[in-house]
């Protein structure tokens, strides 16, 4: 498996697979043509349908560097090799000079056809979660020990640097309100739900509020565009801040615990990335929120000192429990059902610590099987329910909106 650098990326909303490869993969082509002086890029399947609303349209303006650019949007096109896929071409003169096909593959990765899969170095030689398992049951060592082992001590500042990043959202966040870009109308809500204290607030309800303030404060910074930590992607990047800010604060849990926690998440998020997919035009929303709702509950087991058989435990039922969620963003925009979700994702985090807590040893299903189990449910999902915007929510909001 492939380092946790590659996996937490610190970078522009409101999309990874949407904004940030695209704007990558866009640059490489304007570097690799810089006598080009025009381009020209046509989108298709996910992108298509939705790049606009994932402002993918600016991103790949910007990564051509203002040069002119000609964007087609096909959304009739289906023989393509990805559900993520544009075609780049460079011009000099009106003479086509250069051409590429993208593919982008979730988490702010791209691959590029004809071309061999430049592939980041292997760290680990473990697979699975059991066979990670069983290396650290062997050592006797904790799994956040054995990223260290492979990845080196420096990975410890990466992730420090992660978790400023994932702090300085959220409070950028709870900083702003007003009203988000998209035609929507979305208010921000972050603040709000902040500011909503009263004298007789529970404990509980207290910590489902903040919970979600946290939650929605990353989710509306992504969806403005604002500097957000792919955990897995940009579209879920705020469950899993959001659940260890909260118990930082709660159970003053110091920084390097933090650090140990993000570096058990990283480990569950790259073996979904490895065995099954992050990216929602690929696999519905289960692969993003899914994979972040089982990264938020590995992390809170791991700084709770839970056990390997607890934490996979608390994996597996987050993960479980999102097995068929669609992905539909309403106009494209990563809005509605987006921000709310984040929020949802990380209260269902905690539950599925407490019932790691209590139930681990009566547990059925491993992480491993359902991590496969949710590749192939999102590989049946109709591709209207993947990151189009033509199904669910997004296709009868906006019919009712027409007729009213």
């Not at 939705?50 to 051509?64: C, L, N, S, V, Y």
């Not at 959202?169 to 988000?180: K, P, V």
């Not at 938020?296 to 597996?316: V, W």
């Amino acid at each position: 498996m492939q380092s946790l650098r590659e996996l937490y990326k610190i970078g522009k909303g409101p999309s990874s697979s949407h904004t940030m490869a695209p704007f990558r993969a866009s640059t490489l082509f304007r570097e690799e043509n810089p006598e080009a002086d025009t381009f020209k890029a046509i989108l298709y399947g996910s992108l298509a349908k939705t790049g606009k609303g994932h402002h993918t349209d600016e991103a790949i303006i910007q990564g051509f560097g203002g040069i002119k650019t000609e964007l087609v949007f096909d959304t009739k096109t289906e023989d393509i090799p990805h559900e993520n896929t544009v075609d780049f071409f460079a011009y000099k003169n009106g003479e086509e000079i250069a051409k590429m096909r993208v593919m982008s593959v979730g988490g702010g990765d791209f691959a590029v056809e004809g071309r061999p899969q430049i592939t980041p170095e292997e760290v680990y030689k473990e697979n699975t979660f059991a066979e990670i398992a069983k290396y650290c049951k062997k050592h006797r060592i904790r799994i956040s020990d054995y990223v260290y082992q492979n990845e080196g001590e420096e990975i410890k500042e990466f992730l420090a640097d992660v978790w400023a990043a994932m702090k300085d959202c959220i409070n950028e966040g709870l900083l702003t309100d007003g009203i988000l870009d998209g035609g929507l109308k979305v208010e921000r809500k972050a603040r709000y739900l902040l500011d909503q204290q009263h004298i007789d607030e529970s404990e509980i309800t207290y910590e489902n509020r903040m919970v979600c303030a946290y939650a929605f404060a990353v989710g509306e910074q992504n969806a403005g565009g604002g500097i957000v930590v792919t955990a897995p992607t940009c579209g879920a990047s705020s469950v899993l801040p959001a659940v260890l800010k909260y118990m930082q604060e709660k159970k003053r849990f110091s920084d390097r615990k933090i650090i140990d926690a993000l570096a058990v998440a990283g480990i569950i998020g790259i073996l979904v990335k490895t065995n099954a997919s992050v990216s929602g035009a690929e696999c519905g929303c289960q692969a993003e929120m899914g994979t972040a709702c089982s990264m938020a509950a590995a992390a809170l087991a791991e700084i709770f000192g839970m056990r390997i058989e607890q934490i996979e435990y608390a994996a597996e039922v987050a993960m479980e429990h999102h097995l068929g969620l669609t992905c539909d963003p309403i106009a494209g925009l990563v809005q509605i059902p987006c921000i709310e979700r984040g929020a949802i994702a990380a209260m269902r985090a905690i539950n599925a610590l407490n019932l790691a807590n209590f139930l681990s040893s009566t547990r059925k299903i491993s992480f491993d099987l359902v991590v496969e189990t949710m590749y192939e449910t999102g590989k049946d999902l109709k591709f209207h329910y993947r990151e189009t915007s033509e199904g669910g929510l997004a296709k009868l909001y906006l019919k009712k909106k027409k007729t009213t």
